[in-house]
């Protein structure tokens, strides 16, 4: 199974799993955006899942300030 897109689950993240996610550095996919992620769309992620580039720029794009 595919990992789901990042548009279908950044939107509905709660605050805590988008600093999570701030903080990456190349790192895999915290717990908590992975537990998030598979509420809001029914998939697990992988244990070693990471935001690609293009995951990245989707983020950057948003132009919404993490609480």
């Given amino acids: 199974m595919t990992e789901p897109e990042i548009h279908t689950w950044w939107p509905s993240l ?5 600093h999570a996610l ?6 895999t996919i915290p717990d908590i955006v992975r537990d998030e992620v598979e509420i809001l769309t029914g998939v697990r992620m ?4 990471q935001l690609t580039i293009r995951d990245r720029e989707f983020i950057r794009t948003q132009g919404e300030a993490v609480d």
């Avoid at 701030?22 to 790192?27: I, Q, R, Y």
Wanted: charged share 45%; no cysteine; proline share 0%.
């Fill in 22 to 27: 701030d903080a990456l550095g190349g790192e």
């Fill in 14 to 18: 709660t605050a805590d799993a988008k």
């Fill in 46 to 49: 992988s244990r070693e899942e």
